[in-house]
Every structure is written in structure tokens, then in C-alpha cells.
């Protein structure tokens, strides 16, 4: 049984590794912002579209930018491509949807204008997709060992 400093000192340090992930995700997710911000303003701005299709397409063109990056920076995953992208399109599915529903309450229920909206959307998305992403999207697939020391099946 480890002491009670050395258990402290392993809390510590990954608290510090979860910080600098979270540090990692934010650097991420402020590239894909400005790149999902972009084509909002644009599409809006040029009256090519509703501010809530064109929120949902900068979401989408900014999940791009933000799989590739994170899958490198973030993650360090190792997980198949094949595996990750289905994962990927769940959590960003599901972050899809709650965009969509604070953007139409925000702007078309409480008549916010579609910035300050979108600025709420992307506070309440930021915390689902790293979560999602760090506990299911690009996991450490490491095969988890029994307390016993015999590996797990499967």
C-alpha cells in the first residue's frame, strides 16, 4: 500500500497531466473556434444563411480541424482512424445537437443576438467534447490488468 505522500504526489501529477491536456484541448479548440467562427460570421454576414445552419456548418468544418489536432496534440491516441471517426462523429454528434438547441433557444426564443449565443453554445459544447473525447473518443486502449495481475479478456 503506497504512503500517504507518495499517494499524494501521484494525485499531483495527474491533476498536472489532466491540466496540461485540458491546456492542450483549449490551444486545440481555439484554432477550430476561429475556423468555426469564420465561416459563421461569413455565411451570416453575407446573407448566405440563417444564423443557425451557418453555426451548425462552422461546427462542422471546425470538428475537422479540431480531430486532426487533437488526435495528435491533445490525445497522442493511437487508436485506428478507422475506430476514432465513428467515435469522433458520436461526441461531436451529440455536441451538434447542443449547439443547435442554445443557438434556436438563444437567438430565435430569447431573440440574443447570434454572437453572445453562440459564445454560450461554445462554453457548454468545449466541456462535453473533452470529456467525451478523453474518457471514449481517443481512451488509452491499453489492456487494463485485473488486481490479481492476470490481463483482462477481450
Do not use: K
Not at 453572445?116 to 462535453?128: C, D, R, S, Y
Amino acid at each position: 500500500m503506497a504512503s500517504e505522500p507518495e499517494s499524494n504526489l501521484r494525485t499531483l501529477d495527474a491533476l498536472s497531466a489532466f491540466g496540461r491536456q485540458f491546456a492542450s484541448y483549449l490551444g486545440v479548440s481555439l484554432v477550430a473556434l476561429a475556423v468555426h467562427y469564420a465561416v459563421l460570421a461569413t455565411l451570416v454576414e453575407t446573407g448566405r444563411a440563417d444564423p443557425v445552419p451557418a453555426a451548425l456548418a462552422g461546427y462542422l468544418v471546425g470538428a475537422v480541424v479540431s480531430y486532426g489536432l487533437n488526435r495528435r496534440l491533445t490525445y497522442a491516441s493511437d487508436r485506428p482512424h478507422a475506430e476514432a471517426t465513428w467515435r469522433f462523429g458520436v461526441v461531436a454528434a451529440i455536441g451538434f445537437g447542443l449547439t443547435w438547441l442554445i443557438m434556436a433557444g438563444l437567438t430565435r426564443g430569447l431573440d440574443l443576438h447570434y454572437t453572445a449565443a453562440q459564445v454560450v453554445a461554445t462554453g457548454v459544447v468545449v466541456f462535453w467534447n473533452f470529456l467525451g473525447h478523453r474518457v471514449w473518443t481517443f481512451a488509452d486502449r491499453s489492456s487494463p490488468v485485473l488486481p490479481d495481475g492476470a490481463p483482462r479478456a477481450g
